[in-house]
Structure formats: C-alpha cells, structure tokens
C-alpha cells in the first residue's frame, strides 16, 4: 500500500536487506551456500511446509516487524521478504487468534481460566 511506502521505510529496508547481505553478519543473503549453511545451523526456523525445506524468520526493528522466507534449494526462489507495521500486525494476528477455534482435544482460553 502506498500510504507505508514513505522514505523512512525505504532507509530502513535498505539497511536490513544489506545487514542480511553482509558476510560478516549473519550472511544469510548473501548467497545460497550461506543460506544452506544458516538454515541447517537453525533447524528451529523451518516452516513444516510438508514438501520442501522452507525456513522462516522473524526480524523486529523499533517500528515494522520483517518476516523472512528461505528456500536454499537450487532453481527456487530463495527468498521472500514481508514488511509489516508492527502494530498493525500484531492486531491481525490477535483478531485471528480470536477467531480461530481450539484444536480438538483441548480447552479454550475461557475454559482454561
């Protein structure tokens, strides 16, 4: 939406798009083998998409939440990045948390208390 794609938001994209680049950070942009490399460092990102190995991460900056999606896999696309207002995320998902029903075989919130 264009209303959040103002200059202080393409600084900072900018700014996490090279810090993920960066080799001497994390690396994890930076090329396929550093992103293999990551993602088998840090099993406990994997998305259990059920048929391919796709990883997830979350990155918070003091105003936008950035979700991370990895696919090392030659010949796919290896990343997708999202970009969300914190707040206004952080609201969607409460709204789905309200409207999701409990799994069956456990208790809602209002049973638990």
Excluded: I, W
């Excluded at 959040?4 to 996490?16: C, I, M, P, R, S």
């Excluded at 950070?25 to 550093?34: K, Q, V, W």
Aim: with cysteine; aromatic share 8%; proline share 4%.
């Amino acid at each position: 939406q264009t209303q959040f794609k103002t200059h202080d938001f393409g600084v900072e994209l900018n700014k996490v798009v090279h810090a993920l680049r960066a080799k001497g950070g994390c690396g994890l942009l930076a090329d396929r083998h550093h992103m293999s490399e990551f993602c088998a460092r840090h099993p406990e990102t994997a998305l259990g998409t059920g048929f391919a190995a796709v990883y997830g991460v979350k990155l918070k900056t003091v105003s936008r939440t950035y979700l991370l999606r990895c696919d090392p896999r030659k010949g796919e696309t290896n990343f997708c990045l999202y970009a969300y207002e914190t707040p206004l995320l952080e609201h969607c998902v409460e709204q789905l948390a309200r409207q999701r029903p409990a799994p069956t075989g456990t208790r809602s919130r209002e049973e638990a208390r």
